[in-house]
């Protein structure tokens, strides 16, 4: 039957008289905006937007993930600043959630090298000490992914730093685990949360506590790049021969010893004072 | 003999050797050792600008790039130790600077100072907004100098790709702020709008881009602005470069007055904003009434008057008889059916290829366009279809002729007046009852009257459509030859009245596909619960259809045969 009845059941009847007038409503509206809309303007808008999807994929920009933030990155995938990816961010060290992976801001000649050491070795490592002056002794790599204690990863020839896990300092437990700020860290989450605005003097107070393991002078350049007895034992963390010499080298060493201003994090300055360097630049 | 096997241990080392010369290459590249920090993708930091900076650098690309050859301290001058402190911008013309490009030197170019991109005026006169003209980089910083070859041989001939060149453009061109601050116009999105943009959206390497028409002959780093007279776009030099080799070289000067970079602006293009008007009102003003009358319609069929029940119960007792000594009643014979189905093939395959076209940024055309061969196929497959239309349209007008010249040769009538009046006595020409029947189908459906509309064999609204397709067909067919044969257009026409056809072909294809879309398809797939569709399938409806639809016939065919009788 192909008309199924002069008087349809009246609620099929209305279903279909909605559904197609809903249709057809919707339609004309739709055109009538579009037809209106090709007055005076171009049918497209955000013309760069079309053509974005025209070029090549290789071309198009792109929003990468580096470490904590995502960066837009106009470069073309064929520029050698390109990036390429993002590498694993770090999830487990307390300061990175407040500093960001690019910490190091005061001296624009230091800043980006020691940025660059955040890729593989766990801010700890300079900047944390477990026990009030007692260095740390034991250090082990941390699975970036799991936050515990992993073997060494293996280095390939061509990979600088990205090894999926950062060096961490070790705690004085019999089976060592890294290193963990957990007070300071649930104290650092509670001011996150706290809704109350607290005054200056508390957050002095607050800020002294979450960096009371800081220390006003960190590891340098030279304590682990030193041909005499580097800091890190980097052996015993994987590395080889081959690369821990060169890590100690003369090359490495003397370069190194152009960093020698080195800035304490300013929450353990808690007057007014400028920026106080701890080892003012030889030159 | 000896000569023999040194040529051959040469070609069979050549392979290590020019392996040797690329690590001699990069080496001579990070002579410095610069990539002991650079390879890291960590060495990055936010500068005092709060702006997040990298500074990493893959050998791997920069060693295929077109400087692997260049040591870093060639471009990044200004560091002489390491570590060493900000760097400053490199600077281009260190190196592309040199007057003209000589046999040692084939990369160099004269030095940027006498265009529309330089910040400053020939006479060394600073130009308002500095900060909005192009450096090198702002060009060159893209795939298209990838290559040495792709650099060097475009010089020879066109290898870049447009849509990198379009691309470049518009970072700066397409940004309104600066478009404002400098007078200019709107010119990418213009640009897309035409059917070259539209052909580097679907990734024609063949469509011209920003460069063929802007740089001329000449190099592109002397594109002047358009009333300046050495520029390519001048209206002097403008026929030159639209006839320029590889472009309309058979063209006639008269296309240089199309206007590439036009909009639909009331200020600006005038012409073309009243032409868009028409359309739209058109559109507008022939879609809006009926498909108003149509949704009023649908409610009324939730309550239907009891006068206009009893009309259709009455009319399809009348013909149930005519309907089952037939198996049906016939609505269509088979050349109108065969007519329908070349027609819907015809305008579905111009759809196909059409709106992707027009609607060139929707996510969808590129794939619909690639079922067609792409850019490059689809077109084709237009033209040809547009040229079966207007054919299958001829052959249609033709046959209507010479049915009516044999009726006239039956009646024994002779003349043009005995044509007008044969034609215009058609069932699918309007008449004045089609107004009546209009007038009280409104009535009916705004609950004014309960009486319902009895149409003939043709409902206004079919003749409507019917009607259309003699405005439609020519409309699209005309303007589709004038843009296809652009050449030979130009000759006859000027190239504003393309601007025109464009719109036009545009515009009514908008049209005809609403119509179709929202009109003519629900009301033959059942939108009031009548499947109609039959006709055109093996050419008959039902009586219910026929009383619904075309009473008035069923009561024309009932007293012919009562006369009969």
Redesign the interface.
């Known amino acids: 039957m ?3 009845s ?3 059941e ?1 609620h099929n ?2 279903f ?2 909605v559904a ?2 809903v ?3 919707a ?2 509206a739709w ?2 905006t579009f ?2 809309g ?8 955000n ?2 937007t ?7 994929p ?2 198009q920009k792109v929003e990468r993930y ?1 470490g904590e ?1 995502e ?1 837009p990155e106009s ?2 995938s ?7 990816r993002g ?1 694993e961010s770090d999830k487990w060290t307390l300061c990175i959630k407040c500093h ?3 910490p ?2 005061r001296t ?6 020691l ?6 070795m766990s801010c700890y490592i300079c900047h944390i000490r477990e026990q009030e002056g007692v260095a740390p002794a034991r250090f082990g790599w941390m699975d970036l992914a799991s936050g515990l204690l992993c073997s060494n990863p293996k280095m390939d020839k061509d990979v ?3 090894y999926g896990a950062k060096i961490v300092p070790l705690n004085s437990e019999k089976i060592p685990q890294p290193v963990k700020l957990e007070e300071e860290e649930a104290l650092a989450v509670k001011l996150h949360k706290d809704m109350e605005q607290p005054s200056d003097h508390q957050k002095a107070i607050r800020n002294k506590f979450i960096h009371r393991r800081c220390v006003e002078t960190p590891v340098h350049c030279i304590d682990c790049h030193t041909s005499e007895k580097a800091f890190l034992p980097y052996t015993e963390l994987g590395y080889t021969a081959e690369r821990a010499a060169f890590l100690v080298s003369e ?2 060493a003397g ?1 190194a010893k ?2 020698e201003t080195f800035y304490v994090p300013k929450p353990l300055d808690t007057d007014t004072q400028p920026p106080k360097a701890t080892k003012e630049d030889s030159k | 003999m000896l000569k023999k096997s040194f040529i051959v241990a040469i070609i069979l080392l050549l392979p290590i050797l020019c392996r040797f010369a690329r690590a001699a290459e990069d080496a001579a590249a990070d002579a410095d050792n610069c990539l002991m920090c650079h390879r890291f993708r960590g060495l990055a930091s936010v500068d005092n600008e709060d702006a997040y900076r990298l500074f990493y650098v893959d050998e791997g690309l920069f060693s295929q790039g077109p400087h692997a050859g260049v040591g870093c301290k060639d471009c990044h001058a200004d560091i002489e130790k390491a570590p060493h402190d900000d760097a400053k911008p490199v600077d281009c013309s260190g190196c592309h600077n040199v007057e003209v490009p000589t046999r040692e030197n084939m990369l160099a170019h004269e030095k940027l100072r006498d265009s529309v991109h330089v910040s400053v005026e020939q006479d060394g006169t600073p130009r308002a907004f500095q900060e909005d003209y192009p450096d090198c980089r702002d060009c060159h910083d893209r795939n298209f100098i990838r290559y040495y070859f792709t650099h060097g041989a475009t010089r020879l001939r066109k290898v870049r790709d447009p849509c990198e060149v379009v691309g470049t453009c518009a970072r700066c061109h397409a940004n309104k702020a600066m478009a404002r601050r400098h007078n200019l116009l709107d010119v990418v999105s213009s640009y897309m709008e035409t059917y070259h943009g539209k052909a580097v959206i679907f990734g024609s390497s063949k469509a011209p881009d920003c460069l063929d028409c802007h740089a001329g002959q000449g190099s592109v780093h002397k594109m002047h602005a358009k009333m300046d007279q050495r520029s390519s776009i001048n209206p002097q030099n403008r026929p030159a470069t639209c006839s320029s080799e590889n472009c309309h070289v058979s063209a006639s000067p008269a296309l240089s007055s199309f206007d590439v970079h036009t909009n639909r602006d009331m200020a600006t293009s005038p012409l073309l904003f009243g032409v868009a008007l028409f359309f739209v009102v058109m559109t507008i003003a022939i879609l809006l009434p009926i498909l108003t009358l149509n949704v009023l319609g649908l409610v009324r069929e939730i309550f239907p008057s009891h006068e206009a029940e009893q009309e259709v119960k009455r009319l399809e007792t009348l013909v149930k008889g005519k309907a089952a000594l037939k198996g049906g009643i016939l609505r269509f014979p088979g050349s109108l059916r065969l007519q329908h189905l070349f027609l819907v093939i015809v305008f579905l395959v111009l759809c196909l290829t059409g709106f992707p076209r027009t609607f060139a940024k929707a996510q969808w055309s590129p794939v619909i366009l690639g079922f067609f061969g792409g850019i490059n196929g689809a077109p084709i497959v237009h033209r040809i279809a547009g040229v079966a239309l207007l054919v299958g349209f001829v052959v249609h007008i033709a046959s209507i002729f010479l049915k009516v010249r044999s009726a006239l040769v039956k009646e024994g009538k002779r003349g043009i007046k005995s044509y007008v009046k044969k034609i215009m006595s058609l069932p699918m020409i309007p008449q004045a009852q089609d107004m009546k029947d209009l007038v009280v189908l409104t009535k009916y459906v705004c609950f004014l009257s309960p009486r319902r509309p009895n149409y003939d064999r043709f409902s206004w609204k079919e003749k409507l459509e019917y009607l259309g397709l003699f405005w439609g067909i020519p409309l699209l067919g005309v303007t589709g030859i004038l843009l296809w044969a652009v050449n030979i257009s130009s000759h006859v026409l000027p190239g504003w009245v393309l601007n025109i056809a464009y719109l036009a072909h545009i515009y009514e294809s908008i049209l005809a596909a609403a119509h179709i879309a929202l009109v003519h398809i629900p009301s033959v797939i059942g939108m009031s619960g009548l499947l109609s569709f039959s006709a055109m399938l093996n050419g008959k409806i039902t009586p219910e259809v026929q009383a619904q639809e075309h009473g008035r016939e069923i009561e024309r065919w009932h007293s012919a045969e009562e006369t009969n009788e």
């Open positions: 192909i008309r199924k002069i008087f349809w009246k009847l209305i279909q008289t197609w007038s249709l057809i409503i339609a004309a055109l009538t037809l209106i090709t007055l005076g303007n171009p049918f497209w808008e013309s760069p079309v053509l974005d999807r025209a070029v090549s290789a071309e580096r933030w960066i470069k073309t064929s520029h050698h600043g390109s990036i390429g590498y960001g992976p690019a190091h801001s624009p000649k230091e800043r980006d090298f940025n660059m050491h955040s890729l593989f600088w730093g990205e090359k490495v370069f152009h960093y």
